[in-house]
């Protein structure tokens, strides 16, 4: 951490998630002074996950925060990828562009969700209060702060509880209501990610596999003699019930609902049942009116889950924190003042994105003679759906009008 933050207010601001957007906003709150608590269920910082994007206005965001040359060094430098029928025989292969990145020769950087999750656990090193295998229980909330209990620890008081626990967001549940209120499914559509062996020996390179009945997977290998990073998935058009913290009952619905396809794909089933970086999703939106209750307020997927299919949930998610810390900060004595100011300057451009990746959506890929599918015109220029947002220079307002 930077020996320029300034000192510790009395400010105590409870982060809930070491996700993305929670080690973000953990970053400026701390060089903003505040006194910042992470919880985390899991016991660590969790392994695997998705390729992620970063683009436009969050690439500004992380070169705020020194650390867009680390990102740059660690992202997943992919050569290009192919897409295969059920023979493993190539019926579409770019050197130009991913389908989870989309084109080589912009300069977004694609990275593993681990892997930055590491970048800015660094960048805000030991400034942070972890507790680490832990979840909050209970919020309760007066005019002056929010009393908190948590599974395990004994309770204490915050100033400001901020949601950042991701699609499936407990702050969320607790304080606004439950899930079914806010998420929005995309057609239906569910995904698993894990790492398994690299047994078909990929390096810097992704290969795709998708039947007529919306059957797919993809297996992504940054090196030969390292995991590969897979996805595995299926569309049920009336939807199904799934427990979202139920791992072994997740893994058995998948390999039920994609027993039969071709490729390799029994082979990866094999491997999934036995990952334990398994992470399920339904491919939904967050859409709320209000991402805050008084001195509770949500920051990126908890709030305003874009989507995992137009690779923008991350960026808008990095500027989201950016913005609640600014605006916090320049409120710093009228915090829910700050937080209605973060509503009124995001709000315009979280819709948009999130519009977007509906209309992507509503695009879908034509099938092939063999009855696979391949992508329709080419990969999508992702650069091209990335939004402008003006980012305001909150350090220096910060620095100049800070006491002593």
């Known amino acids: 951490m930077n020996s320029t933050a300034p000192k510790r207010t009395d400010t105590r601001v409870?982060?809930?998630?070491?996700?993305?957007?929670?080690l973000t906003i953990a970053y400026w709150l701390v060089r903003y002074g505040f006194a910042v608590t992470m919880v985390e269920r899991a016991p660590h910082l969790r392994p695997g996950g998705h390729a992620l994007d970063v683009r436009g206005p969050a690439l500004e965001v992380a070169e705020r925060m020194a650390i867009l040359g680390t990102m740059r060094d660690r992202s997943t430098k992919l050569t290009g990828m192919a897409v295969v029928d059920s023979d493993g025989q190539e019926?579409?292969?770019?050197?130009e562009s991913t389908l989870t990145g989309g084109r080589l020769d912009s300069a977004d950087v694609e990275i593993m969700r681990d892997d930055l999750c590491h970048v800015l656990h660094e960048a805000v090193g030991d400034q942070v209060e972890y507790i680490f295998g832990d979840s909050i229980a209970s919020l309760t909330q007066d005019e002056s702060g929010v009393d908190v209990t948590f599974v395990?620890?004994?309770?204490?008081r915050f100033e400001l509880v901020i949601g950042a626990d991701g699609l499936y967001s407990r702050v969320r549940r607790i304080a606004f209501g439950p899930d079914e209120q806010f998420l929005r499914a995309f057609g239906d559509l569910y995904v698993a990610t894990f790492g398994m062996p690299n047994f078909l020996g990929l390096e810097r390179w992704q290969v795709m596999y998708q039947q007529p009945d919306s059957v797919g997977a993809l297996v992504m290998g940054l090196r030969k003699d390292v995991s590969a990073r897979t996805y595995l998935g299926f569309s049920a058009p009336k939807g199904i019930d799934y427990g979202f913290r139920d791992i072994?009952?997740?893994?058995?619905?998948?390999a039920d609902r994609v027993a039969g396809a071709g490729w390799v794909i029994p082979q990866i089933v094999e491997h999934m049942l036995r990952a334990t970086d398994f992470h399920f999703y339904s491919l939904s939106q967050v859409r709320m009116n209000s991402w805050s209750r008084g001195?509770?307020?949500l920051v990126g997927d908890a709030g305003y889950a874009v989507s995992?299919?137009?690779g923008q949930g991350t960026t808008v998610a990095m500027v989201g924190a950016y913005v609640l810390a600014g605006e916090l900060a320049t409120h710093k004595d009228d915090l829910v003042g700050g937080i209605a100011a973060y509503e009124d300057g995001l709000r315009a451009y979280v819709i948009r994105n999130q519009d977007i990746a509906l209309e992507q959506n509503a695009q879908p890929d034509e099938p092939t003679d063999e009855g696979?599918?391949?992508?329709?015109?080419?990969?999508p220029d992702f650069g091209a759906l990335t939004l402008p947002f003006a980012l305001k220079n909150y350090q220096d307002r910060w620095f100049r009008c800070r006491p002593g």
């Open 295 to 297: 001195r509770i307020v």
């Open 308 to 310: 995992l299919g137009t």
């Open 248 to 254: 072994d009952a997740q893994k058995r619905l998948l």
């Open 152 to 156: 395990t620890a004994a309770p204490r």
């Open 372 to 379: 696979e599918t391949a992508p329709t015109g080419g990969i």
């Open 14 to 22: 409870l982060v809930s998630g070491a996700s993305i957007s929670g």
């Open 91 to 95: 019926i579409f292969r770019s050197t």
